[in-house]
Structures are given as C-alpha cells and as structure tokens.
C-alpha cells in the first residue's frame, strides 16, 4: 500500500469570487460530520499562503495578485517535489482556487524532470488564458498556461507592461523548467465554458476533450480506459479535479458553476478508476467555496470523491 501525504493550501488569490481559502476547512467538518477519520490517517503538510495580498489594491491588472502566486508555486512545488522524492509518498493537494495546480506540476517536474507528465484536467473550464488573453486578469484561468509556457499571442488582446511581462515569465519558469508538459499529454474532461482565445489553443494542438455527455452515452469505465490509452506514453500521469465540474445543482458553493456539469457519482467513479492506474502519481481537488452554500453540502459531496479516490489510489480499502 502507498503511503499518501495530505498538501494543504488555503490560497485563494487567483480567484475573482472569495471564500475558497475556506475550502480544506470545509473538507474536514465534511468528514466529521459523514463521521469518517479521514483526516485522522493521513500525515498532512501545511503550506503557508499569501492571502493577506487580497486586502491590497491590484497592481497588476491582466495577473492580479502574481507576486504572490509566484511565491505560492514556489512553495508547493517544493513541498510536492520533497514528498515525491525523498519521502516516496502519494501527494494530494487539497487547495483553493485552481491557479495553484500550475504550481502543484511544477513540484511533479522537479522530482522527475526526464518523465514525460500526463494531465487529466476535470473542470468546466480550459485555464488556458495568459495577461495577454485573459478578460479578467483572475489567474485561477491561467496554470495551464504556466505549465504549458503559453502566451498565446496570436490571440493577444490585452497590452501588459515589461513588470507584467517579468513575472508572468518567471511564474511559467517556476522550477526552472519550460514547459512543463505538452499539448498531446493534455486530456481535459467536462470543459465546457470557454473564451475564443482558449477554443483556438485547444483547436490548434487538437487538444483532447471528452464531455459530460460523451462520458453520460459511453460510461466511465470506457472513457477511463480510452483516456489513459491515450496518455500511455507518458511516464506520469496527475490529475486536476475542480469541484466545478460538476453540474450548478451539486456544485452550489463554488465560484464559477456551469450547466451540464458531471454527477456526483459520475465523478466519484470517474476519479476512482483514474487513480488505480499506476502511472497516476498525484491528485488535486479545488475551488470549494463554502461561503456561497449555507449547508457545506459542497464539500460533503467533493469529501466524498476525495475519499473514494484515496481508498482506490491507495489500495486501502478500509
């Protein structure tokens, strides 16, 4: 059996809405309250944020708060490295907003900088943006372009300034390694919610995305195995859950819902099945928003994934 490390991040700096920083919290009254000791199994490792940076004026328009986020990819990049390599356990990160799992593939790269890395990204959205393309300049819509080193300028709408340019350069550089991963080791799932700048990425590298309804007609079992056929030549695989995968009437205390999302048990089974595969060496969960569901139900249902997607990783079936 694995032995698995619990990465905790209460960072919510790439977010437009607040209130993900109290997600791992409400992970675990989920727990108590499904009376599960989960929490109480697994070693956890707490990385410190940044999140005081909210209560300061923006300096950065199109990368807002990306001092901070550099500084937060810095840490969990050598957190997850550390776990991987030199206390050869299983990390799961457990986050905030999404722009973290930028850093959480760094931290992948760094422990195994000649492996060829798979990712599995389950959200509604592509993440793909850049301060060149971004509308909101919110950087939960960017760690994929941070690990893939993409600018996207042919798509460019925004002007950034050269300190803009500076750090947003330094952020896709975060381990010393660009890119990180490449466009044919990318499969999202239930990406629906997109802005043209990403749908002419995701056209151009012909990127693989499998909808919820494909996964409702075709069921879990065969879209798992044709996805991890696909990703076969790589050495590792990691996998990106956002809790807004799922559909608006499950994920109410999230910031960014989208119609004809995933069912729970769609993703507690989808989840379970990818995680078996051995070359699946890390998950993520992120964006639990218990500020926006007055029961955590939420975080109830996302608990619930993450343990069945623990049990099956790990083999541990107690």
Not at 310 to 316: G, Y
Request: charged share 30%; proline share 3%; net charge negative.
């Amino acid at each position: 059996m694995k032995k698995a490390k619990l990465v905790l991040l209460r960072s919510e700096l790439g977010a437009g809405t607040r209130g993900a920083s109290m997600g791992v919290d409400a992970l675990k009254i989920a727990a108590i309250d499904l009376k599960s000791d989960y929490f109480r199994k697994y070693e956890e490792v707490e990385i410190s944020d940044e999140n005081w940076l909210l209560l300061e004026n923006v300096k950065f328009k199109y990368a807002k708060r990306i001092r901070g986020i550099i500084k937060i990819y810095e840490r969990l990049s050598k957190s997850v490295c550390r776990i991987m390599k030199k206390q050869a356990a299983y990390p799961i990160v457990l986050s905030g907003d999404h722009s973290t799992a930028g850093g959480t593939i760094a931290g992948i790269k760094n422990a195994y900088p000649d492996d060829r890395l798979g990712v599995i990204w389950i959200d509604a959205h592509a993440d793909l943006h850049s301060p060149y393309t971004t509308p909101s300049g919110n950087m939960h819509g960017m760690p994929l372009a941070t690990a893939l080193g993409e600018d996207n300028l042919d798509m460019k709408s925004n002007d950034i300034d050269d300190k803009t340019i500076e750090l947003w350069n330094k952020l896709k550089n975060s381990g010393g390694i660009t890119p990180k991963i490449e466009y044919r080791d990318l499969v999202y799932i239930g990406v629906r919610d997109t802005e043209e700048q990403e749908d002419y990425l995701i056209e151009k590298h012909k990127v693989k995305n499998i909808s919820t309804k494909e996964l409702r007609t075709r069921g879990v079992e065969e879209i798992v195995a044709e996805v991890l056929g696909y990703l076969d030549h790589c050495d590792r695989i990691y996998i990106s859950f956002d809790v807004d995968s799922l559909d608006p009437r499950i994920s109410v205390g999230t910031g960014t819902p989208v119609p004809n999302g995933l069912r729970a048990k769609e993703a507690r089974d989808l989840m379970s099945q990818l995680v078996k595969s051995p070359k699946v060496c890390c998950f993520e969960i992120v964006e639990i928003n218990p500020t926006l569901d007055t029961e955590n139900s939420m975080a109830e249902t996302a608990f619930k994934i993450l343990e069945a997607a623990t049990n099956a990783a790990l083999n541990d079936e107690d």
